[in-house]
């Protein structure tokens, strides 16, 4: 939690004062008033930002430094009877109110002018009253004020403001249409029958409507209504009920999950509900997720009950290490690890890492392996990665030396053993397969890692065609060792999972990814579940390799489509996308491209719209689309590592 006192005197400092608002009073009124308190909860932490907020109606809070502005121009002393109208969220009115003697507050939607009284009472601000009504022509039995203020933009100057003025006193108001630049002008009322007026500069407000002001815009968007008329409401996540509303994609080869960032509990819960139906009830077999193969290798021997490699490195301990290490993952491989249980090696289903950082931990894993299975070999797998071992803690380095060199002088070795792995794999039985599959599955690891951290350099979309081509080949690989009747349960992110072609990554940069991939090669056989949310917390880092904190998930942007589905509301559904089944009319209103949320291990909510938001085509990117209106942050495992505590493998904390 931000020290919002600080936060806010910083504010005064450097938002006002810094622009050259010098009144004393004004300035003391903005220190007075906790604008925390007039924002939606999960906006709390922006509070105090250089701009404005939105909140309930489509309307938004303004800027301070405006409200500062317009309070300035209309001379606002004590003693004044002040006149606002647009009262919103009360915070300008509040910060009236602090200085005037009387402040009355026009708001035309009532539930905000209803929030905004009990926020000013709760504050015993007791000298604001608020009117819900439309406050264009002002209110004519209430005049005359010193002071007007309006904060929404009007069609002209109304001659009924002009009237409710009292000679001297001064009307503020923006003008202009609605979604332009607007001017705010100042209207005195120099005596009985004149006015002077003054252009104070470009601003941007919401409209002003009413009788004096704009008319209502013509139909708001249709969507909404389109979703929650189609939305399956989802039940309870801890219920079995919830897995089986996924009992229609129960005939495919690949299920891919998504999540909408990679810290949201809700996600988590979802996707492995959907996954134990899966496993139980359509002869899922494989859980493959976006993790490094050697860590999740570790956790595909616990959950089924093949034997510890000797020396291995508990799973997950390098960032971002809460995306696996969480209770909800926790619980998940212990159900899988029950469920495994006394049955036939081959019946059990495993637990695959589809990723490619691990560099150092797949290294270890081929020698140790070579090490049992052909010491000779062993030997010269230690020489052909002697190259690139002194870089597993930081391969990214190897990749700036090798650019600079221009050549990569640890691929030849690389490749090598890959091939010569892949030579050597020979009829196996049960476990040993598997075995060999992880040996093989690193090398490939390796040698595709070496080329990424080269490629890195080259440019992003290089590098991460390169993993998503890496994460769906061994995607195959699996099911290849695993016999033509073998189906799996992909967990990723949405970036990995909703078809790439239908979005910004692959239509403005020619990025691939897994889903897109497996629909070129599966066909309808392979499904692709998108996930979304529209606000709550979220676990993240601001940085790469900075700690985890637990942050506010902004509201979702107008216009979004997660916006358009928090507008639906329905607090928790499913959307079927596929063609046969979406209602032809939401189809086309969800084929116009919009805002998508993508919030991965870092988030940064001050530049959200332009660090986490891409355009793309919903029903196109996926074959159906789980919602959850508000989330929270996933629950990261506490405690001391203890090594070799059995109660505590695989994660060993
Ligand atoms: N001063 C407010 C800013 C709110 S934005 C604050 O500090 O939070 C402007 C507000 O004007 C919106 O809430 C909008 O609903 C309201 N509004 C628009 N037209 C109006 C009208 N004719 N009468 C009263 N309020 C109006």
Redesign the pocket.
């Known amino acids: 939690m931000p020290d919002l006192a600080a936060l806010r005197e910083r504010m005064v400092e450097e938002q006002l004062r810094g622009r050259g608002i010098a009144d004393r009073r004004l300035l003391d009124a903005f220190r007075a008033v906790p604008r925390e308190l ?1 924002v939606p909860e999960a906006e709390r932490d922006f509070a105090y930002a250089d701009g404005p907020l939105p ?1 309930a ?1 489509g ?4 800027q301070p430094y405006i ?1 500062a502005l317009m309070i300035e121009a209309a001379r606002v002393r004590p003693g004044a009877r002040v006149l ?9 009115a509040a910060v009236l109110s602090r200085i005037a003697d009387q402040v009355v507050a ?4 009532a539930e ?1 002018a209803a929030a905004a009284r009990e926020r000013l009472a709760a504050l015993g601000y007791g000298n604001v009253r608020v009117v819900a ?4 022509a002002g209110l004519p039995d209430e005049g005359p004020f010193e002071a007007i203020l309006a ?2 933009s009007g069609r002209h100057v109304p001659q009924a403001l002009v009237d409710q003025l009292a000679v001297g006193g001064i009307l503020v108001m923006p003008l202009g249409e609605p979604d332009t630049v607007q001017t705010l002008v100042k209207v005195t009322r120099t005596s009985e029958t004149d006015t002077e007026r003054e252009d104070l500069g470009p601003v941007r ?6 009788e004096e ?1 704009w008319r209502e815009p013509a139909g708001a968007d249709p969507l909404p209504a389109l979703i929650a008329a189609a939305a399956e409401p989802l039940p309870d996540l801890a219920s079995a009920a919830f897995g089986a509303v996924f009992d229609r994609f129960g005939d495919a080869r690949v299920v891919l999950l998504g999540e909408a960032s990679h810290g949201t509990s809700e996600f988590y819960r979802a996707r492995a509900a959907i996954t134990r139906r899966l496993i139980e009830e359509h002869g899922f077999s494989i859980v493959a997720v976006e993790a490094d193969w050697p860590d999740a290798a570790t956790i595909d021997r616990y959950v089924r009950h093949r034997a510890r490699r000797e020396g291995e490195d508990a799973a997950f301990e390098r960032f971002p290490t809460w995306m696996w290490r969480n209770e909800e993952v926790d619980a998940f491989i212990r159900w899988l690890r029950r469920r495994n249980e006394g049955r036939a090696y081959e019946a059990m289903a495993g637990f695959y890492g589809l990723d490619l950082y691990n560099l150092g931990g797949s290294i270890r894993a081929v020698l140790d392996f070579l090490a049992e299975a052909d010491p000779e070999a062993a030997k010269l797998a230690k020489r052909r990665y002697a190259c690139l071992a002194p870089w597993s803690r930081d391969p990214a380095a190897y990749g700036r030396l090798a650019i600079s060199e221009g050549y990569g002088r640890c691929e030849a070795g690389a490749v090598q053993m890959l091939k010569a792995l892949l030579d050597r794999r020979m009829d196996c039985l049960g476990e040993e397969c598997d075995e060999w599959l992880d040996a093989a599955a690193n090398a490939r690891l390796i040698a595709n890692a070496e080329r990424y951290y080269r490629v890195m350099y080259e440019g992003a979309a290089e590098s991460w065609n390169l993993r998503d081509t890496h994460m769906f080949e061994t995607l195959c690989q699996i099911l290849d060792a695993k016999g033509p009747g073998a189906k799996a349960v992909v967990w990723a992110h949405n970036s990995h999972v909703g078809n790439a072609r239908f979005t910004e990554m692959g239509e403005v940069r020619e990025e691939v990814n897994i889903g897109q991939l497996a629909k070129q090669k599966f066909g309808e056989q392979a499904r692709l579940i998108g996930f979304g949310t529209h606000t709550g917390t979220v676990a993240a880092a601001d940085d790469w390799d900075e700690p985890m904190a637990v942050k506010q998930v902004r509201p979702s942007l107008p216009d979004s489509y997660e916006r358009m589905c928090h507008d639906a509301g329905v607090p928790r559904f499913l959307l079927d996308l596929r063609q046969e089944r979406i209602p032809a009319e939401l189809e086309q209103a969800l084929m116009r491209p919009r805002l998508e949320r993508f919030i991965g291990v870092i988030y940064r909510p001050e530049t959200e719209r332009w660090s986490h938001y891409a355009e793309a085509t919903l029903p196109r990117q996926f074959d159906a689309w789980v919602w959850f209106d508000e989330t929270e942050a996933v629950r990261p495992l506490a405690g001391e590592q203890r090594p070799g505590d059995d109660a505590t493998y695989p994660f060993g904390l």
């Open positions: 007039f909140i109606a309307q938004t809070i303004s409200v606002e109208i647009g009262a919103g969220s009360g915070y300008a026009v708001e035309r939607h905000l009504a439309d406050g264009s904060a929404a407000f919401v409209p002003l409507i009413g002001g």
